[in-house]
T-cell receptor
């Protein structure tokens, strides 16, 4: 069975600092994709970044980067130069490629950026 | 309208009521999803409609009934709910397979704002 673990229920970071949100995953499949979503207080889930299991380079999208360590089965999200608007819940998710379109989510990390 | 919309945004209902949640996607996607988000629990996939095929989570009670009349609309019909069904219900859509522009898609799911359901 696939499982996502996010061990940090909450994090507090000073504005403009970088922050790393942890995510480990468990799967026996070789082909999978890893996603990070942001959920502000409004409730909508916003897609941030994607990493495929066969991608050799770490994904980057603006201030977001994904530290993908396949052997350790970790896919940590790094946010550089944090901003007040980054305060939200962050979810790591995994999808097995080629199968039904099912995303398995972690429990999330609540990130609070302090001014 | 753009993206994924959901109505109503908030719903309070009694255990004997029947109500429906509506989701509409304006992205030309071919798959739609219902998720349940309860406090302190991971998002739980309830139903998937992908390429006209329905996939469901076997743990979802029968008091939840989905309907997908076309690729743009998705409903969740609710009847005789329980207080523990109170949660945020999120709809999502994605493009399965080849991307809309002909390239490969991540198949990332785009979510609506959710319906906050309270069952009294």
């Amino acid at each position: 069975a696939q499982k996502i673990t996010q061990t940090q229920p909450g994090m507090f970071v000073q504005e403009k600092e970088a922050v790393t949100l942890d995510c480990t995953y468990d799967t026996s499949d070789q082909s999978y994709g890893l996603f990070w979503y942001k959920q502000p207080s409004s409730g909508e889930m916003i897609f941030l970044i994607y990493q495929g299991s066969y991608d050799e380079q770490n994904a980057t999208e603006g201030r977001y980067s994904l530290n993908f360590q396949k052997a350790r089965k970790s896919a940590n999200l790094v946010i550089s130069a944090s901003q007040l608007g980054d305060s939200a819940m962050y979810f790591c998710a995994m999808r097995i490629l080629g199968g039904a379109q099912k995303l398995v989510f972690g429990q999330g990390t609540r990130l609070t950026i302090n001014p | 309208e753009t993206g994924v919309t959901q109505t109503p945004r908030h719903l309070v209902m009694g255990m004997t009521n029947k109500k429906s949640l509506k989701c509409e996607q304006h992205l030309g996607h071919n798959a739609m999803y219902w998720y349940k988000q309860s406090a302190k629990k991971p998002l739980e996939l309830m139903f998937v409609y992908s390429l006209e095929e329905r996939v469901e989570n076997n743990s979802v009670p029968s008091r939840f009934s989905p309907e997908c009349p076309n690729s743009s609309h998705l409903f969740l019909h609710l009847h005789t709910l329980q207080p523990e069904d109170s949660a945020l219900y999120l709809c999502a859509s994605s493009q399965v397979g080849i991307g809309l522009a002909g390239g490969i898609s991540y198949n990332e799911q785009f979510f609506g704002p959710g319906t906050r359901l309270t069952v009294l």
